[in-house]
């Protein structure tokens, strides 16, 4: 049981690149959402799925797509990077319905834009 | 709207002295859940704990405990006799009935133990 798996670790991209962040559990968890973290901002939501083939935006999703074909899968797409979108990125996945579930976080990617 | 803020944004202290991180929360709901996490330097979220709007009694687990007081929207964080593998950035965030699973996150307080 992996939990929460998110691809790369590290990532180093220039202005205008196109890249895909990896996002994978295996709980089988409805719930999946992308967050950045800034500094002094705490996390911040980008997107989230309530299930395959569902998404929805979140607090700051410009700049950013999601797709969900699968349960197990939720990537986030940036198409045109931007030096505002150096940030670290979470994943994370839980079961859905109910608010109170836990939400099991993934180890982060740390992604700078030049 | 939801809102959480952490207004410290850093706190040092010398190993074995108490500490507490505040947080003040914002919601319109009644039913909502508050939740603690700690980022070590390593980088990953840990969850630390989980609080539901109905339950105002304060929870002990060793040195941390926590009082949530809804009179004054605070979900605050002690630990008790710091140590130096205390030193992380702690979050806390709030979900409501609004948000489903959404969690709105507090700007963290960044603690600095001290051997």
């Known amino acids: 049981n992996a939990g929460v798996t998110q691809t790369p670790k590290f990532q180093v991209l220039k202005t205008g690149q196109s890249m895909t962040l990896q996002c994978a559990q295996d709980m089988n968890h409805e719930y999946m959402s992308w967050y950045r973290q800034d500094p002094g901002m705490g996390l911040r939501l980008i997107h989230y799925?309530?299930?395959?083939?569902?998404?929805d935006q979140g607090e700051v999703p410009n700049g950013y797509n999601v797709s969900r074909s699968t349960t197990e899968d939720f990537p986030l797409r940036l198409l045109s990077a931007a030096p505002s979108q150096t940030s670290v990125y979470f994943c994370?996945?839980?079961?859905?319905?109910?608010?109170?579930?836990?939400?099991?976080f993934g180890p982060g990617t740390r992604l700078t834009v030049l | 709207a939801q809102k959480v803020t952490q207004a410290q944004t850093e706190i040092s202290v010398v190993e074995k002295e108490d500490v507490t991180l505040d947080c003040v929360y914002e919601?319109?709901?009644?039913?909502?859940?508050l939740f603690w996490y700690k980022q070590p330097p390593s980088g990953e979220l840990v969850f630390l704990i989980r609080?539901?709007?109905?339950?105002?009694q304060n929870e002990i687990s060793g040195r941390y405990s926590w009082n949530f007081q809804k009179s004054t929207s605070s979900f605050n964080f002690t630990i008790t006799a710091s140590q130096v593998v205390d030193s992380a950035v702690y979050f806390c965030?709030?979900?409501?009935?609004?948000?489903?699973?959404?969690?709105?996150f507090g700007g963290g307080t960044r603690l600095m133990v001290k051997p």
């Open positions: 994370a996945s839980s079961y859905y319905g109910k608010i109170y579930n836990e939400q099991f």
């Open positions: 799925s309530v299930g395959a083939g569902i998404t």
């Open positions: 919601t319109r709901d009644t039913t909502y859940y």
């Open positions: 965030a709030l979900s409501d009935d609004n948000a489903g699973n959404m969690l709105t």
């Open positions: 609080r539901n709007s109905f339950d105002e």
